[in-house]
């Protein structure tokens, strides 16, 4: 995995609540064996329905930060919602409110998901729309998001653990295979009762 | 100290706790498909990893498989190769697989519990998000990622950050016609779509208890439709007698072990929940959805709101999104709207008893003019089941079309598409823009609302059908 550390770029003002996985990435574009080239199906329907959708709008073009709505990536649990945005070139995505796994799946990839209080995505919102070249910076060392041109200097909460992992691009399993151990122990305590599959 | 159901099960399964770092939670049972693992098992190659419990491991294929003509080939070339991957992956890492055509092939929601694999206490998880059906047992399961599949795959383990407990108890008795899917819809209308993140939902009280092990699962199943990732619901005599003789049930002496164990499960007296909604059985109607997320429904007897009349304004901005996508006006009444497909089936309503409640509607009557019905069981077993009490031949006499097991048109990754301004109402579980097809209008609905509504054609509860 990538490290993240401090990130600079434009943004893209997404208002919209509840943006469901199903949005982000149509079922029809799951159907790849392979982990990369999901960008082509981000935001697939709107892109190719709306020609007015933000991510159609030549003055977004590039930028690397998407600022949505309450309540985003709800519904299925699809990890390409994620690789999506990714392949499409976003580093961070900043809500008020993020659905639960999806939220754990970005922050699996690398992608940073900022919990921000509504009030400040608003200004971040209004500052991008009036100047696109509006830069934002995501900084988890310091755990502070800053958008000069917003007025905005907002610290976010994100666990130490969390943190340390993104920081240093470390890869879970690999965390959790130093516990193999701790592990072969506790599937010998485990009820002779519970079902097997073979 | 007194503890919920959530809280016993979670620490029954910690492998590592460390200070500053989330627990290391063992999985009981992992199930996979083939549309969110073939990264994962590509992930353990690239590494020179195993599946470190085959035997904890079972895969079927049913997001992509069509449901007729099961002997020929699959005609999307995508499709099929993602059915042949994941054969290629059970096969190489020894993974027990239920393929298109096998009787224990179907939706894998459907699959686990009826195979015994579901019990009491476990944990559960698979790369979909509708996992949380298995927390009708009081199994604290809940849906994955891709990076968690490879995770479980190769240690059978997962660090969680813990999660918030919710209460959601509903009281009374529901009135007859009216189903676990309006419970759960109007559940949802109530705490929003955003409203059980963080949590796991424990739903408790009199219309809970009184539900069959089927109706559970239902209930289950939309948690995370609330935002919840995990629903649960304490073991019973119900649970017991729906598990007991079943191919991966305990036996014997061990099936009195384990319910003993199972009881031991439940929420203790005083348990504290970090929040709690109430809803009363008595009150609930059936329940419908009119935009595109599934907090927004009414009650069949209401109407199209008015966006107007929200007054949080991303809620008002939302409505009135949805308005225009599903292309209805404020203040029309929800009996008349008009649907061109009905569909039936889902890990929501694709169970036995799903398609028995239909069935008893459409009985001696007729799939209205104009409007297609897709019947599609949950499993194979569902359909064996459904076709020996001759329900599939109560669907084809009326004019519906009964097909094989899958997840079909809930979320339209195999033919089973709506076009483009269709409208239906569906069993499933999902309204989202587009879930059904592209352009398709969706309308969420009970089996019972979905029979009743194929036979006049418009949305409508089986108490507005002329008698037989």
Not at chain 1, 146 to 161: I, K, M, S, T
Not at chain 2, 62 to 90: F, G, M, W, Y
Not at chain 2, 130 to 148: K, R
Not at chain 2, 305 to 333: I, N, Q, V
């Amino acid at each position: 995995m990538e490290k993240f550390d401090v990130h600079t770029g434009r943004a893209v003002p997404l208002r919209a609540s509840n943006v469901d996985t199903d949005q982000i990435i149509p079922a029809v574009y799951l159907k790849r064996v392979s982990r990369t080239g999901f960008e082509d199906g981000l935001f697939a329907e709107w892109r190719q329905s709306d020609p007015d959708f933000v991510l159609n709008r030549p003055e977004y073009q590039g930028a690397s930060v998407l600022v949505a709505g309450p309540d985003f990536g709800t519904g299925s649990s699809r990890e390409h919602a994620v690789w999506a945005l990714q392949d499409y070139g976003f580093k961070a995505v900043l809500s008020s409110r993020f659905a639960d796994i999806f939220r754990g799946n970005s922050l699996k990839g690398g992608l940073l998901t900022v919990l921000l209080p509504q009030p400040v995505i608003d200004r971040i919102w209004a500052a991008v729309e009036a100047d696109p070249a509006t830069e934002v910076t995501v900084d988890l060392v310091e755990r502070e998001v800053r958008a000069p041109g917003a007025g905005v200097q907002e610290p976010f909460e994100l666990d130490d653990y969390t943190r340390w992992r993104l920081l240093e691009g470390l890869d879970d399993i690999a965390l959790t295979l130093r516990h193999t151990d701790a592990i072969g122990e506790f599937e010998a305590a485990r009820k002779p009762w519970l079902p097997v599959t073979l | 100290m007194a503890r919920t159901m959530a809280e016993k099960v979670w620490e029954e399964h910690v492998v590592r706790r460390a200070e500053g770092e989330p627990d290391l939670l063992y999985i009981d049972l992992h199930l996979v498909h083939e549309v969110t693992s073939p990264q994962a098992f590509e992930g353990l190659r690239l590494a020179g990893r195993s599946v470190r419990r085959p035997d904890l491991t079972i895969a079927t294929e049913d997001h992509n498989v069509p449901t007729q003509n099961l002997l020929a080939p699959i005609a999307d070339p995508v499709s099929r190769k993602q059915v042949e991957t994941l054969r290629k992956n059970c096969s190489d890492f020894g993974v027990r697989l239920h393929p298109m055509g096998d009787i224990d092939q179907g939706v894998v929601h459907v699959v686990g519990p009826q195979l015994g694999l579901t019990q009491p206490g476990m944990t559960i998880v698979c790369g979909d998000s509708h996992t949380s059906t298995h927390g009708a047992f009081g199994a604290l399961a809940f849906g994955i990622g891709t990076s968690q599949v490879e995770h479980v795959l190769a240690t059978q383990t997962l660090p969680m950050a813990p999660f918030k407990t919710m209460a959601v108890t509903v009281n009374g008795t529901l009135r007859p016609g009216v189903s676990a899917k309006d419970i759960i819809l109007a559940v949802i209308a109530k705490i929003g779509t955003g409203g059980g993140q963080g949590y796991v939902l424990e739903y408790r009280g009199e219309a809970i208890e009184s539900l069959s092990m089927e109706a559970r699962m239902t209930v289950c199943n939309m948690s995370i439709e609330a935002g919840a990732r995990a629903g649960m619901i304490a073991p019973d005599q119900t649970t017991f007698d729906y598990i007991k003789g079943r191919p991966h049930a305990p036996r014997g002496a061990d099936f009195d072990a384990a319910v003993e164990h199972w009881k031991s499960l439940r929420t203790d007296e005083g348990a504290v929940f970090d929040a709690e909604v109430v809803l009363d059985a008595d009150e609930l109607s059936p329940f419908v959805t009119w935009g595109t997320n599934p907090g927004q429904g009414v009650p069949l007897d209401g109407s199209v709101p008015d966006p107007s009349s929200f007054e949080d304004p991303s809620a008002r901005a939302a409505a009135e999104k949805a308005l225009a996508y599903m292309d209805l006006k404020p203040g029309t009444p929800m009996r008349e709207v008009r649907v061109d497909t009905v569909f039936l089936g889902s890990c929501t309503n694709g169970r036995i008893e799903d398609l028995r409640a239909a069935a008893e509607i459409i009985r001696g009557r007729r799939v209205a003019e104009g409007v297609r019905m897709l019947v599609v069981p949950g499993s194979m077993r569902v359909k064996e089941q459904a076709n020996a009490e001759g329900l599939g031949r109560v669907f084809e006499e009326a004019g519906a079309e009964w097909r094989e097991a899958g997840c079909s048109m809930c979320l339209g990754m195999n033919p089973d598409q709506l076009k483009p301004g269709e409208r239906s109402a569906s069993t499933s579980n999902r309204n989202f823009e587009g879930r059904q097809g592209r352009g398709g209008r969706t309308h969420l609905v009970s089996p019972q609302v979905a029979a009743a509504t194929a036979v006049r054609g418009t949305l409508s509860s089986p108490a507005d059908l002329d008698a037989r």
